[in-house]
């Protein structure tokens, strides 16, 4: 196995992580993985054996819910565990997924910890013990998390955000052309129109990606907002993702997609261009239609 990759206990580690947080009904967080480390085997998940205080599973079912448990979290935590082991030139195990955890230091995952009497700190000596490298191993400098508005990490509140770049996103949301929204086509092209507008009024120096990010999630969330509240009826009819008309439909397009298969594979890089330039020209001429609207927006 080339280093880099990681191993069963690692990827064990993790699906039983995912498990405790589906049945906790929340996201899979820091606290949850290593819940999912220590019930494992071997010396690491030995090294989380509170012996006659509560499990770490009994501590985190109590809690309910862990704060911030969001996946970018967990995935900042992978990471170092991986540069960790990779810079060791080692593949990625429990041991190495376990000190990045500590390292990263979480509230949650040590007070989770203490309540389940034990030390952190000699956690951390197991399991460093158990990869064989020195009990004084300098703390893992984490890698930069995901930018806020990112992943399942929340956008910065309003308050924090770029003053300058949201007033010309707000004057952008006080003048939407919510009387020319017809069909929902309409909506499509004026959501698309303002995530562009958003995404070009953000790339200028002294905006870093949390900023970026985040204004261009809060302004979608405003024009979303905007939009719902004007056209009720449009909202409403809103079909969720994914859902197809029936099950009787969906067999008949299973079959039909079988019976084309072989044209498909040719066809569907036409189908998907059409698409795409069908898109395009819906949003072009909907800016046309539009463009009186925001005369005089300020830029930041």
Known sequence: MPHGEVTGA????MRRGFDLARELGCSCGPLHVLVGIAEGSGPVAAALDPGHGPSLRAVVVAAGRAPDNGGYLHMQA???????AQARREDAGAAHLLIALLDQGRPDVLGALSEAGLDPAAV???ALSAIGAAAGTPWLTMPPLAPAGTMDRPALPVAELDTSAWTALRWRQDHLPLGRIRRRSDWDALVHLERNAAWRLVQRPGIDDDQRYSL????????GQRLAR???DLAAARRPPGRRGGSVATAMAIRSRRRRHA???????????????QTGLRDRWFRLRTMRYYRGAPQP
């Open 216 to 223: 261009i999630w809060q302004h979608a969330d405003q024009v």
């Open 230 to 232: 004007a056209r009720p």
């Open 124 to 126: 951390r000596r197991a």
């Open 78 to 84: 992978q990471e170092a565990a991986g540069l960790f």
């Open 263 to 277: 044209v498909a594979r040719y066809t569907a890089g036409w189908g998907m261009w059409l698409r795409n330039r």
């Open 10 to 13: 690692y990827l064990e580690a």
